[in-house]
């Protein structure tokens, strides 16, 4: 008879941890969950759930949460990340003032870079890379895959009409000061890419778009 | 004598029409050179915004010539089109309200006859017609799949299993049915031991010697379940959740080739890579695909006021689901890797850009850190930080600087 339940139990526990892999939605088990989640606000982490974790919980938090519980109850939707008070800048930071519709006055301004120009334009060209060439094509001549679309499997898929191109006679002309403004503020169709590019990479996209164009 | 003069009438009023004429609508030439000087200028310029026959963000070009007041008015709206609305002509504010007050970009630099061959191309292509219809898109936010759903080939394999098994039972039935019919009739000796042998399946069963060998399978298996088992506790490789909005990265990444570091913005700057807020969405979706119900997830999400185009007050946090969780106890540093060690997002990541779900695809355990750190050489290229370092081990050691050579594996480096 223990024999049996033994060979049970075997089984059983085979079978238990086979399903310890992680894959599609099960994340697969945890050792030492503890260590895992973290008692401290994780910012990309929120688990509402107030029992998760509870057969790991040792210590008694006051409002009796479990081991898991990972939530700010004092922010707006109870977020571990909350936006920066409004009217405050990060330090060593200036903000830009000059509104979106300023593009004439912007276009005035001069680019701030100044010494060695072969080593701007070469990270010009790197951020370049990076957030303007799937739309405005790596010569500039807005034709980027998001700008022409692509097809998959003979299926057109959609594409974003109305990149400029960077060298058409429109453009030509522009200056440094008009380029770093309309990254920032977005002009037209093109939105505003301020929030993810820093002052000083977009004053270095300006100097290296300006080298395409000529 | 009358004749010959009715003529010459004829023909100098021909002659007067066709130079009014002229003035009037100025002719828009049919030279294939201007034609073609036309197409590339039409390319460079005017593509952007404007198809001949498909309204894009400006309206479609084609017929535009007998559309338009006149060419000269054409030519006044191409070089400042705010300032023709500015002076209140009728069909040019009618237009500018038409297209959600979109200003055309003022082309200044256009000559007249760079416009006219425009215009020519343009003509050409109109009465060339539209281009031959494109395959339709499939329905919005799905993918076309070609071949058996793997669901199906479950069921087909069950139905197989099931197949081969009823065959054995009736092949059984046959055997001992013909066994019965040949009892019946009179058999030599060897004829007889051959139908009723001794060893049959059941004392095959039955033996030693296939009790041990089915034991022995059994037990490795077991076994080597059991050690899989637990070397994959505490490993999360292969977690794939469902998103709240079916983002394809395969689509984004791949297929556009939109870089990473687009999205991921904090990578070059920070700890964390950041997943993208959703103005950077917003970015291409205020006008791509906004019809798909997955965009409409995070317009609402976002609070996208399309006719405005700003931002609403009631914004809601997309709840993305974490991928990759790294232990309370490990630090990780992604400008660190990407900036200084200048490491691929692929080599970690895997191939995100052909990933429809993004699962994890690195072990992302303390061996898979330190075999790496083990391995890789010290990007110090370039980077003055490291020469003094390179100096010193150079002194020492005739390899190449490895990252374990400068600490990469003190335990303090990522545990504190």
Known sequence: MTSVLNKKLAALTVLALASCKAGGDYQGMEYAPNMYHSVAYEPYTQITDKDAGRWVTSIEYEDGHAEYYNSNNLNPHKMNMRMPPPHTVSRNYMPYRLPADSLEVAAKKVSPLKGDEKAILAEGKVLYEIYCDHCHGAKGEGDGKVATGVTIDGVERGFYAGVANLKGDAYKNITEGHIFHVITMGKGLMMPHGSQISPEDRWKIARYVKSLQQ | ?416
């Open chain 2, 1 to 416: 004598m009358i004749r010959t003069l009715r003529l010459k009438y004829l023909l100098t009023y021909l002659w007067i029409f066709s130079i009014s004429l002229a003035g009037l609508a100025q002719e828009i030439p049919t030279d294939p050179a201007i034609i073609k000087e036309g197409e590339s200028l039409f390319k460079a310029n005017c593509q952007t915004c404007h198809r001949v026959h498909q309204k894009l963000v400006g309206p479609a070009l084609a017929d535009v010539y007998n559309r338009a007041p006149s060419i000269d008015w054409i030519k006044a709206f191409i070089r400042n089109s705010a300032a023709v609305i500015a002076s209140g002509d009728e069909y040019a504010v009618k237009l500018y309200n038409e297209y959600n007050k979109t200003q055309m970009t003022a082309f200044t630099g256009l000559k007249d006859d760079q416009i006219m061959a425009i215009l020519a191309y343009i003509k050409d292509e109109t009465i060339k017609g539209p281009p031959q219809a494109q395959p339709q898109p499939g329905p919005a936010g799905q993918q076309v799949t070609t071949g058996v759903p793997e669901s199906y080939l479950n069921v087909i394999l069950i139905g197989l299993v099931v197949i081969l098994v009823l065959l054995v039972i009736i092949l059984g039935f046959l055997i001992s049915a013909l066994k019965r019919l040949i009892d019946q009739k009179p058999l030599s000796e060897e004829d007889r031991e051959l139908v009723h042998s001794t060893v049959t399946l059941s004392t095959v069963v039955r033996s030693k010697g296939f009790l041990f060998i089915v034991v022995f399978f059994a037990t490795t298996l077991a076994v080597k379940a059991v050690i899989n088992g637990l070397y994959s506790i505490g490993i999360q490789k292969g977690y794939a959740p469902k998103q709240p909005i079916a983002f394809s990265h395969k689509l984004h990444a791949g297929a556009y080739e939109i870089d990473c570091k687009y999205c991921h913005t904090g990578v070059l700057k920070g700890k964390s890579a950041t997943i993208p807020s959703i103005n950077i969405c917003m970015n291409c979706h205020s006008q791509v695909k906004t019809e798909s119900p997955q965009i409409q997830k995070l317009w609402a999400a976002a609070d996208w006021q399309p006719e405005t185009k700003t931002y609403g007050p009631n914004q809601q946090p997309i709840e993305w689901v974490r991928i990759h969780n790294l232990p309370d106890l490990a630090y990780f540093n992604h400008a660190q890797h990407v900036v200084v060690g200048g490491i691929e997002c692929q080599t970690c990541h895997g191939p995100v850009e052909e990933m429809e779900v993004v699962q994890q695809y690195s072990l992302l355990t303390m061996g898979w850190c330190i075999d790496c750190h083990r391995k890789t050489d010290v990007n110090a290229k370039g980077n003055a930080y490291y020469d003094k370092l390179v100096e010193l081990h150079s002194k020492q050691s005739k390899q190449p600087m490895k990252v374990e050579d400068i600490g990469g594996l003190e335990c303090a480096k990522c545990h504190y």
